[in-house]
């Protein structure tokens, strides 16, 4: 059972306002991602992170920003969001690890965000 | 560079009825290949992976998928759907060499009809 997770579930903003989309996993896993995804559409990666201090952007260019303070924990932050920001921001985690146990990356259950 | 197509971006089968989820990669180097899915308002959660072992995975739900070398393909059948069944399906690749990335399909979403 993977244990990560990600709050708010669900929010509706208006725009220009700040916010901070939470997730964390209790696995130790030392990779985390951040993945963009639209209704019905593939998942874009927009940031990810090796480890403590390390973050990275993605494939998909996005106006928010992630930090790596602790293992466990990965935040993105729009500093104004825009309703162009309107989408699911799904969070993912894997472990460093090679081999065949240790590829796979286990999902957060998503944030739909709603910029109005 | 790593891509992963998925043929059919919708499938609609009647219950009981075979199912075939497409999957075909691109990969200049051996793969490791994932089936995740992704039931309405949640993420996504793995299905079943290829790590170079056997060529037949088995995975949750009753699925199992068979990845051919020669044909660059990992497909997704299922004998018999189940209305449980219906969802959105992603294939991803990573390779061995640099695994830390992941490409994800377009994705196929599953109706079953009863």
């Known amino acids: 059972e993977a244990d990560i997770y990600q709050t708010p579930r669900y929010l509706v903003i208006g725009t220009g306002k700040k916010i901070t989309l939470e997730c964390s996993q209790t696995?130790?896993?030392?990779?985390m991602y951040w993945y963009q995804q639209d209704p019905g559409m593939e998942l874009h990666l927009i940031h990810y992170s090796y480890g403590v201090n390390s973050t990275e952007k993605g494939d998909l260019s996005s106006e928010s920003t992630v930090s790596r303070i602790r293992t466990e924990h990965f935040p993105l932050t729009l500093e104004s969001a825009r309703p162009s920001h309107t989408s699911q921001y799904l969070c993912?985690?894997?472990?460093?690890?090679?081999?065949?146990?240790?590829?796979?990356?286990?999902f957060g259950p998503g944030t739909r965000l709603t910029v109005l | 560079a790593q891509s992963v197509t998925q043929l059919g971006s919708h499938v609609s089968v009647s219950e009981g009825a075979l199912v075939l989820l497409r999957c075909n990669y691109s990969?200049?180097?051996?793969?490791?290949l994932f089936w995740y899915v992704q039931y309405p308002n949640q993420g996504l959660q793995l299905l079943l992976k290829?790590?170079?072992?056997?060529?037949l995975v088995k995975g949750i739900n009753g699925f199992e998928a068979e990845f051919k070398k020669s044909e660059t393909s990992f497909h997704l059948p299922k004998p018999s759907a189940h209305m449980s069944d219906a969802a959105e399906y992603f294939c991803a690749v990573s390779e061995e060499t640099s695994y830390d990335k992941v490409i994800f399909g377009p994705g196929t979403s599953l109706s079953v009809i009863p």
């Open positions: 290829y790590t170079s072992a056997a060529t």
């Open positions: 993912a985690s894997r472990s460093l690890n090679g081999g065949p146990g240790g590829n796979e990356q286990f």
């Open positions: 990969s200049s180097v051996p793969p490791y």
């Open positions: 696995m130790g896993h030392d990779k």
